[in-house]
């Protein structure tokens, strides 16, 4: 029992201080071949067991074949070459440094087609272990774990280490070379056409950040008297609640990486803003407009290919937006006649326009899975496009000819290509 115990903790506390310190995308093969490189007087690990630590790891592996690589041990121009990595590698030492120089042993490297080999050595009582394939003379993949003298709990953490994710079929010789040649992602040609759809959660406030509270304090502090009263109507604000919620479906996409548009609908909730000190409001039990938005960005877009698992597409759009505004208001009492004020009560256009600007970037995880983090400006205005006539009350009439806004938001999305 307790040899038992002893082997669960050597195995805990190697996967708990295992580490990798680079990591490119490379294929996992089903039913593929590792060879097992060293040059260490005796291997920390069994080949045959290892392969079962790999399909405990990833059950969708199917059967891999697992053995020494002799072939590289007897090659000269290699086991110089292993050599150097043994006294050589270092955690956190970069893939490029590590690449094999002598174009004989690059093209031995090459001709690896779907076999993965994986060098071994001990350093400081820890296994270094290197990943290589078909792509190129560099290692794949480099990490550590704490040495054992438990070969089985070595190989489960290598496995662990390198071994997961959706394994693919064996190439054809024909598809090697294709995929032998094909160009590193930082340099892939750029899809063709990149869309993405998403469900965002925003904040609207009218006030704009760093900008003076005087520019806001007449808007922000009118309230509404009587159903209809402003100190000023030009803007929605002196009306409506400006600090809301949003939440916005949004679909878009992006040709060739630079220019793109993207559709989405908006809503938010604003209530009035009425005085309560008005005795005419005790008939009153709720008041707020729903406000539906609907509109296109463009936008420029750029892509930073940052690693093997995440792209980051900062854009700077342009916009045009419609908001349509339906009231929803009741009394406390339908049985009592509703007053004067209230039938008369003040009505807002059926719809206003406006521009709007935004900044912000995509975040896309595994090519397919993103967050969207923006922030924005939004004007709107009345549809009225001229002024009212002599005959007309004194007072302003105009509502919402001139509202500002700003927004940010977090945005869910999913992304996919075509190229």
């Known amino acids: 029992m307790k040899k038992i115990l002893l082997l669960i903790f050597a195995v805990c506390s190697v996967l708990q201080a295992q580490d990798v310190f680079f990591k490119e995308k490379y294929p996992l093969w089903k039913d593929g071949d590792i060879l097992i490189w060293t040059t260490d007087p005796k291997l920390p690990l069994k080949a045959n067991e290892f392969c079962l630590s790999v399909r405990r790891v990833n059950s969708d592996i199917g059967v891999p074949d697992c053995r020494v690589a002799g072939e590289w041990e007897r090659d000269s121009l290699a086991a110089l070459y292993a050599g150097w990595l043994t006294q050589n590698?270092?955690?956190?030492?970069?893939?490029?440094?590590?690449?094999?120089?002598?174009?004989?042993?690059?093209?031995?490297?090459?001709?690896?087609?779907?076999?993965?080999?994986?060098?071994?050595?001990?350093?400081?009582?820890?296994?270094?272990?290197?990943?290589?394939?078909?792509?190129?003379?560099?290692?794949?993949?480099?990490?550590?774990?704490?040495?054992?003298?438990?070969?089985?709990?070595?190989?489960?953490?290598?496995?662990?280490?390198?071994?997961?994710?959706?394994?693919?079929?064996?190439?054809?010789?024909?598809?090697?070379?294709?995929?032998?040649?094909?160009?590193?992602?930082?340099?892939?040609?750029?899809?063709?056409?990149?869309?993405?759809?998403?469900?965002?959660?925003?904040?609207?406030?009218?006030?704009?950040?760093?900008?003076?509270?005087?520019?806001?304090?007449?808007?922000?502090?009118?309230?509404?008297?009587?159903?209809?009263e402003t100190a000023d109507s030009l803007s929605l604000w002196n009306f409506l609640e400006d600090d809301v919620p949003l939440f916005t479906f949004y679909a878009g996409g992006t040709w060739f990486g630079i220019i793109g548009a993207e559709l989405f609908l908006r809503y938010s909730k604003h209530d009035v803003k009425i005085d309560t000190r008005d005795t005419i409001y005790k008939e009153l039990d709720h008041w707020y407009f729903n406000r539906y938005e609907v509109g296109l960005n463009v936008h420029v877009m750029h892509r930073f290919h940052t690693t093997s698992f995440l792209d980051i597409l900062p854009y700077a759009a342009l916009g045009f937006n419609y908001s349509f505004f339906a009231e929803n208001i009741g009394r406390k009492s339908s049985k009592t006649p509703a007053s004067n004020a209230y039938t008369r009560r003040i009505e807002l256009e059926d719809f206003y326009k406006g521009p709007l600007f935004s900044i912000g970037s995509h975040f896309v995880f595994l090519d397919h899975y993103g967050l969207d983090l923006r922030a924005g400006l939004v004007h709107r205005g009345d549809t009225q496009n001229s002024d009212s006539s002599v005959g007309e009350v004194a007072e302003t009439t105009l509502i919402g000819g001139s509202t500002f806004d700003c927004f940010i938001s977090l945005g869910l999305e999913y992304h996919f290509s075509i190229q």
């Open 89 to 228: 590698t270092e955690a956190g030492t970069p893939a490029d440094l590590l690449r094999a120089r002598n174009a004989t042993l690059a093209e031995k490297f090459y001709g690896l087609g779907d076999q993965i080999l994986l060098f071994v050595t001990e350093r400081n009582d820890s296994l270094f272990t290197l990943l290589f394939n078909e792509k190129a003379s560099v290692p794949q993949a480099g990490g550590f774990i704490p040495k054992t003298e438990n070969a089985v709990a070595n190989g489960d953490a290598i496995a662990k280490q390198f071994f997961k994710g959706t394994p693919q079929r064996r190439l054809s010789k024909e598809e090697r070379d294709q995929n032998r040649i094909a160009p590193d992602p930082y340099f892939a040609p750029v899809p063709r056409f990149h869309s993405w759809f998403g469900i965002a959660l925003g904040y609207s406030q009218a006030k704009i950040p760093f900008t003076p509270d005087s520019w806001y304090r007449n808007k922000l502090n009118s309230r509404v008297k009587n159903y209809r």
